[in-house]
């Protein structure tokens, strides 16, 4: 059969969101981690504070890390291909 519009190709955008989202995140946990001083006010403000806890940091650092690297494979497999 010749080519649909059927494809199972991932979008375009949907890599570099992936990395955008993930690194972004990351950089985020990775701060309250290191410095929790400097978040601490804004994070509190917002009614988010039970996010200062390290446990849920880590696992946080841990999941963004993973969304980056999705990323980054999605967008090295449709360069690739």
Same mark, same amino acid.
């Given at each position: 059969?010749?080519?649909?519009? &059927?494809?199972h190709e991932?979008?375009?955008? +949907?890599? /570099? *969101?992936?990395?955008a989202v993930?690194?972004?995140? %990351?950089? #985020?946990?990775?701060? @309250? @981690?290191?410095?929790? #001083? ?6 509190? %403000? =917002?009614?988010?504070? #039970? +996010? ?7 696992? +946080? +650092? =841990? =999941? #963004? *890390?993973?969304? !980056? %690297? ?5 967008? /090295? /497999? &449709?360069? @690739? !291909?």
């Amino acid at each position: 059969m010749e080519g649909g519009p &059927q494809s199972h190709e991932p979008p375009s955008w +949907l890599g /570099r *969101t992936l990395m955008a989202v993930g690194i972004s995140g %990351a950089a #985020f946990a990775a701060l @309250c @981690c290191v410095a929790p #001083f400097l978040v601490a006010g804004l994070v509190t %403000a =917002v009614g988010l504070g #039970f +996010l200062l806890n390290d446990a849920l940091l880590m696992g +946080l +650092l =841990v =999941v #963004f *890390t993973g969304v !980056a %690297a999705l990323g980054y494979y999605v967008l /090295r /497999r &449709q360069k @690739c !291909a």
